[in-house]
């Protein structure tokens, strides 16, 4: 709404949390700013849990991890497997059912779906 305000349209590079100008605002700065927010509405949570609040959610929904790797800047697909998948329960039984799905009748458990 900020750019809108000031006359300006959104472009893919800029950036969430920037000043007027539209620099990156110093990680501190932010840090502490939220810290007080959240504080002040009687919440106990860290600015960096969002990033892993968003991750889970996107895991949740089925959007695929090389996808959540590649957002939040992880080296490695192997790290954000490791961080996150256990916080899913239920996605070998969502792969196993689409599997299920995939293959011929007769070919899980005896046929029975």
Not at 45 to 73: N, W, Y
Not at 85 to 103: C, E, Y
């Amino acid at each position: 709404m900020l750019y809108l305000g000031m006359g300006r349209l959104l472009t893919p590079d800029n950036l969430v949390f920037g000043d007027e100008a539209g620099q990156p605002i110093d990680p501190s700065t932010l840090s502490h700013n939220f810290g007080r927010i959240v504080k002040k509405v009687g919440l106990a949570v860290r600015f960096h849990d969002l990033r892993h609040s968003c991750a889970t959610l996107m895991l949740a929904a089925g959007v695929h991890p090389k996808i959540v790797q590649e957002m939040l800047g992880h080296s490695s697909i192997q790290i954000t497997l490791d961080t996150y998948s256990h916080t899913v329960p239920g996605m070998q039984r969502a792969a196993a059912d689409q599997l299920g799905v995939l293959l011929p009748p007769g070919v899980v458990s005896g046929g029975k779906r």
